[in-house]
Nanobody, 121 residues
Framework: QVQLVESGGGLVQAGGSLRLSCAAS????????MGWYRQAPGKQRELVAT???????NYADSVKGRFTISRDNAMKMVYLQMNSLKSEDTAVYYC???????????????WGQGTLVTVSS
């Protein structure tokens, strides 16, 4: 089994910054893609950003230029630096990782429990 534990959420004023962290642990041989998703009240979960084990990143248009995703492969961690936060960024942020248990195992997707980010205007 794999566990993803997020941290770093909280309350921040509009224009401020927060940094989210996610640590992966458990039966992990390899992680290819890690990412962050978010779900605002009454809305569907949406992609925020992803990063491959080679460092290729992908961002939602709504966060480009404000958010930066990074990862530490050795520590099995992924980060999300969020700057210039807006009230519409308020949501529960979920960590996501595709992991393989062994060298030739299929990759399986896991989710963290989520961390709440609230941006006050």
């Amino acid at each position: 089994q794999v566990q993803l534990v997020e941290s770093g959420g909280g309350l921040v004023q509009a224009g401020g910054s927060l940094r989210l962290s996610c640590a992966a642990s458990g039966s992990i041989f390899s992680i290819n893609v890690m990412g962050w998703y978010r779900q605002a009240p009454g809305k569907q979960r949406e992609l925020v950003a992803t990063i491959t084990n080679g460092g290729t990143t992908n961002y939602a248009d709504s966060v480009k230029g404000r958010f930066t995703i990074s990862r530490d492969n050795a520590m099995k961690m992924v980060y999300l630096q969020m700057n210039s936060l807006k009230s519409e960024d308020t949501a529960v942020y979920y960590c996501n990782a595709n992991t393989a248990r062994r060298r030739y195992s299929d990759y399986v997707q896991y989710w963290g429990q989520g961390t709440l980010v609230t941006v006050s205007s």
